[in-house]
């Protein structure tokens, strides 16, 4: 009978998972209590990320376009001024000066209209021809209808400045074009200084059409080896009205009634 008793309070203390498991409940507890929580640990890296890469990079992109400012380089260097004076190839000169008189037939008036011609001029003109047939008008292809004079040197610049005179030293602006060449009409002959009225020729009107130019534009006329004249060496129409107003005293404006 002492023997069962014995054997029965055995048995109750040989199980100790009870104890075992609160052994590993406490480990698990602790080791998590000591561990840092993943949460605490993932913001503390992603803020320290972003703040020490922008501070490195974001000085040097700034500074660059401080140091070579390339608009006050351009406003400080000196342009150069082109020489135009005498002897200079940007001098402008009169190239040319063709005078020509249309009178629409040929006989009798073409014949007064040439005569009219080499009084003004001192110079022998030359007819031109109908290039067709228009005949409303009676003009047959091939009929001489008008004459004409070309004039260079001394006697076109006296010619011009007696032309100028008759229409009272005003030229409309509209009478220039880009390349500086201009043009001009005189209605009666007899309004150029030195000019009187003959019965028997009579009264006629004429075009008047100036070429200007520089030195070297012979190469775009020579027959060897002829080339086109620059556009930097061309003149253009602001230049061509500074030199006339300057040169003959002229006033381009629009025409008063």
Known sequence: MSETPSAEGSKPETPKTPETSKDVDITVE???????????VAPLE?????????????????EEPKEEPPEEEVEVKPRRRVPTGPGSMHEIKIGKVVVNISTGQSGEPLEKAMTILENI??????????????????????EPISCMVTLRGERAEGFLRNG??????????????THGNFAFGIREHIDIPGQRYDPQLGIIGMDVMVTVEKPGYRVARRRRARSRVGRSHRVT??????FITQRFGVEVGLPVE
């Open 30 to 40: 602790e080791t998590k209590a000591q561990a840092p929580a993943e949460e605490d």
């Open 121 to 142: 001029t001192g110079q022998r003109p030359c007819t031109r021809r109908a290039k067709q047939t228009i005949r409303t008008w009676g003009i047959r292809k091939g």
């Open 237 to 242: 129409r602001d230049e061509a009205i500074e």
């Open 46 to 62: 992603l803020e320290e990320a972003p703040d020490e890469a922008p501070e490195e990079e974001t000085p040097e992109v700034r």
């Open 164 to 177: 100028l005179a008759a229409i009272r030293n005003r030229i409309n602006p509209r009478s220039f074009d």
